[in-house]
Structures are given as C-alpha cells and as structure tokens.
C-alpha cells in the first residue's frame, strides 16, 4: 500500500483571508483581528501565546507582556506599540516578515505575506508606503455586516497615497466619530469594525458619499490593480528605491505602474 504524503495540522484555524487576488484584499493587522476573534482571544493574548515564541529576536524592543500592556495605555502620539513592541505588521521589515513566517506556520497558509506590502520591497522606499493610523471606509464595514461576510479592513485604507473608497466615494476615516480617537494600526484588544478605545462601530456613523478629486481617485485606482497583482511581483533587487509617490507621479496610467513594477515577459 502507498503511504500518502498527508501534511499535519494547522496549530491555529486556517482562516481564509478575505479579498484575496483583489484591489479589496485584507490586510495582515485585519487578519490577525479576526483571528483571535476566532480563537475567543484578544490579540494581545494571539501574539504572546503564538506569534512571538516563534520570531525570537526577530522582533526588536520586544518586552515583557505586563511591560507591554502598561505602555499601550499611554499616549505615543503616532507610534502605538503595535510598533514599536508587536514589530511591524504591514510594512517590508524583517519584523514584518517574521511575523507572517510565524503565521503561516500557525495557520499552514502560504499567502499571508499578500496581506501585507512586503512584494513592494526593493521597488519603492518602504518609510514611503504606509500611514501610521488605521483608516476605513464605514460603509465597506456596513456592506460586510450586512451580507453577512466576515467584518475586516482593507490592505488598500493603510496606504498613505489612499485617501477615498472607490467602491462608495468616501473619503476614508482616521478617527473615531464617536470619541474622537485616532486608531492604531493594531492595538491588544483591536476588533474587527469597532474603535479600539469606546467600542462602538465604524459602520454606525453617517455614510455620505464625497467626491474625490481625479489625482485622488487615480492612485486609489492605480494601487488597487497593484494589490490585484501582488503575487506576480517577483523580489526587487534595487539597493535605492524610489518613494511611492514618485513612481505614481512619474507615470500617467495604471499600465505604466505596471509595466515599471512587474517582470518582464
């Protein structure tokens, strides 16, 4: 008889990100929500209880869990400790690498690093890409809730050059309605779709639409085909990259981006 190959099994759920292959994918920060959400823990508990035994010194200024907590309280203007304690969760640093090496050891899910900006690396300068805010479009959250799919932010909101949603003309929010609050990117007790200080939910506020200028409008259109192609961008070799904002302002159509960034046939 044949002995199967059969791989073990996943430590975590293999939760499916949403949008995948899509200008709309999830992002990693997002992901990691609905993950401990799915487990009944918070992300602070996912994080020392999973992630970090498996990065090790990868992750630089990491501290002890009480430490961390006691710091997450306090006021660090835009640096949040998802920073500069939890290591980097979107960008192209190695912290961000090893934490999707950690997660997909976890959730046996090779595509995880799609969640984040790491295929831009060698591209464009990786300070250039990303707000240091978590920003949503409150009818996106609405839509989701609505039909039932699995509440979540977009890869696309964390992009400094992003300042509409395209599928509804609304311009993006960095700050609660309710209590005022600018939203880290991630923080211990983050869930998907709420403020992460009063709780309340993104999608109850008022949803007007707004009309975005043409410059507006063309970068969110231009990096989200990007986001579409993610996986055929293969490991840029340059030693000095050029920002984002150069590369978007240097071409004048979503097929000039891609003809600079991916490879040649």
């Known amino acids: 008889m044949q002995k199967l190959d059969v791989p073990g099994p996943s430590k975590l759920f293999s939760l499916k990100p949403e949008g995948m292959g899509t200008p709309h994918c999830e992002s990693l920060a997002s992901y990691a929500m609905r993950l401990a959400e799915a487990h009944c823990l918070d992300v602070g508990a996912l994080i020392y209880r999973f992630i970090h035994p498996l990065t090790g010194s990868a ?6 869990q009480r430490s961390v907590y006691r710091i997450d309280r306090a006021d660090l203007g835009s640096l949040t400790p998802a920073h500069v304690h939890i290591g980097k969760w979107l960008d192209m640093s190695n912290e961000t690498q090893a934490t999707v090496s950690a997660l997909a050891e976890l959730t046996k899910r090779p595509d995880l690093h799609l969640l984040t900006t790491l295929p831009l690396k060698g591209y464009v300068k990786k300070d250039s890409v990303l ?3 978590r920003a949503w479009c409150p009818v996106c959250h609405q839509e989701q809730r609505i039909s039932g799919q699995p509440v979540h932010d977009l890869l696309i909101w964390s992009f400094l050059d992003v300042y509409v949603c395209r599928r509804h003309g609304r311009r993006l929010r960095t700050s609660c309605y309710w209590c005022s609050s600018k939203q880290p990117i991630l923080r211990f007790w983050s869930q998907p779709g709420q403020c992460g200080r009063c709780g309340i939910e993104f999608d109850t506020e008022d949803t007007r639409s707004y009309g975005p200028t043409f410059e507006e409008a063309w970068k969110a259109d231009v990096i989200g085909d990007l986001l579409s192609k993610w996986n055929k961008l293969e490991p840029g070799k340059r ?6 904002e150069r590369v978007l302002t240097s071409s ?11 490879p040649q046939q």
């Open 59 to 64: 992750w630089k200024d990491s501290r002890s």
């Open 252 to 262: 004048y159509s979503t097929g000039d981006i891609m003809e600079s960034l991916l």
């Open 131 to 133: 707000r240091f805010q």
């Open 239 to 244: 030693k000095r990259p050029p920002t984002l």
